[in-house]
């Protein structure tokens, strides 16, 4: 089945849901919705990010099972695009194929047009730079052996060259962006909350001033209140320039 841009703008103004994508991972009678959402609508902007018949496919023992089915999909430069559907039907294989996590079976992946190599190892530098993935689960997402600093200034120091009082500075400027105190720059994982370890979470894929910031349900795990909170911080930045 074929996943469409199209389909989301469609959503998004109130005409029909979305039809599954996920091939035999779905029951067909169970839609798949999409929201969209653009600041300045009517605006010509670029794709940022564009996917062209982008398939996924698991290989068993006895089977195989088809996770994304000749997704297409565009994102223009400032948008915000959610994919909501029921468990198993391929969000979270949709978001590591962008990101190159899982490598598509077909398709391409295009970045400001230009496609990019499949598997994550073989992409260059500054792709990996402006595609930044948020993990759902802090907890396993976060090195609990490193502290906050580390954490946020390997990304400084690997895309971006910054070290020194550089780095401290803008490790400083990410804590402030997501709410954090400054003081937590020196603690581990595990001396903060649930909804602090996901803030640190996001402040790292924003260290490298990503061009496409995907998150993988980055609220599941969180309180309504919190995961609230996680969003707004999410949409403020994804909508700056």
């Not at 996001?202 to 309180?223: G, Y």
Request: hydrophobic residues 40%.
């Amino acid at each position: 089945m074929e996943w469409s841009v199209s389909s989301v703008r469609r959503q998004w103004y109130g005409s029909r849901p979305l039809q599954p994508f996920g091939g035999n991972v779905v029951d067909p009678d169970l839609p798949v919705h999409g929201s969209k959402h653009q600041a300045g609508i009517g605006q010509d902007v670029g794709a940022a990010v564009t996917l062209k018949g982008v398939s996924k496919w698991f290989i068993g023992r006895k089977d195989q099972t088809h996770a994304l089915s000749g997704v297409d999909l565009e994102v223009a430069v400032g948008e915000f695009v959610s994919v909501i559907g029921p468990s198993g039907c391929g969000k979270s294989t949709l978001a590591r194929v962008m990101a190159g996590l899982l490598p598509a079976a077909q398709g391409q992946v295009l970045l400001d047009g230009e496609a990019l190599e499949p598997a994550l190892q073989q992409r260059q530098r500054d792709e990996l730079q402006k595609i930044q993935f948020v993990f759902q689960m802090a907890d396993t997402a976060l090195n609990p052996r490193q502290r906050i600093d580390h954490i946020l200034g390997r990304p400084l120091e690997f895309y971006l060259g910054l070290k020194g009082e550089e780095k401290r500075r803008r490790i400083s400027e990410l804590l402030q962006m997501v709410e954090l105190p400054q003081e937590f720059a020196g603690r581990y994982p595990e001396e903060l909350s649930g909804g602090q370890k996901q803030r640190v979470n996001l402040a790292r894929a924003l260290a490298a001033s990503p061009e496409v910031l995907l998150c993988d349900e980055v609220i599941s795990a969180l309180d309504s209140i919190v995961g609230a909170n996680v969003i707004e911080l999410s949409l403020i930045h994804i909508s700056e320039p």
